[in-house]
């Protein structure tokens, strides 16, 4: 089993920035994937941004230019740094890694006032 640590979400105004991290703990010996998604309330769940093994990074169009994906290997965490918030990215986000199989944070709270 692999459990997952968020933090870093909270309330920010409009052009701040927030670093969301993500901490693996467990059996965990190789991710094959990384990433974070988002759901705002009464929304579908979205991709927001992924980074592979090889360090091959994915974003979602709507965050292109000011989210930024990385990675600590010898920490086992993952981050996502968000700049220029806007009150659209307002949503619970996931971390989600794949191993072989797929695991879930349990979501933290971003919300962005105007």
């Known amino acids: 089993q692999v459990q997952l640590v968020e933090s870093g979400g909270g309330l920010v105004q409009a052009g701040g920035s927030l670093r969301l991290s993500c901490a693996a703990s467990?059996?965990?010996?190789?991710?094959?994937?990384m990433g974070w998604y988002r759901q705002a309330t009464g929304k579908q769940r979205e991709l927001v941004a992924t980074i592979t093994s090889g360090d091959s990074t994915n974003y979602a169009d709507s965050v292109k230019g000011r989210f930024s994906i990385s990675r600590d290997n010898a920490k086992n965490t993952v981050y996502l740094q968000m700049n220029s918030l806007k009150p659209e990215d307002t949503a619970v986000y996931y971390c989600?890694?794949?191993?072989?199989?797929?695991?879930w944070g349990q979501g933290t709270q971003v919300t962005v006032s105007s």
């Open positions: 989600q890694v794949i191993t072989s199989r797929v695991y």
């Open positions: 467990g059996s965990v010996f190789s991710f094959n994937r």
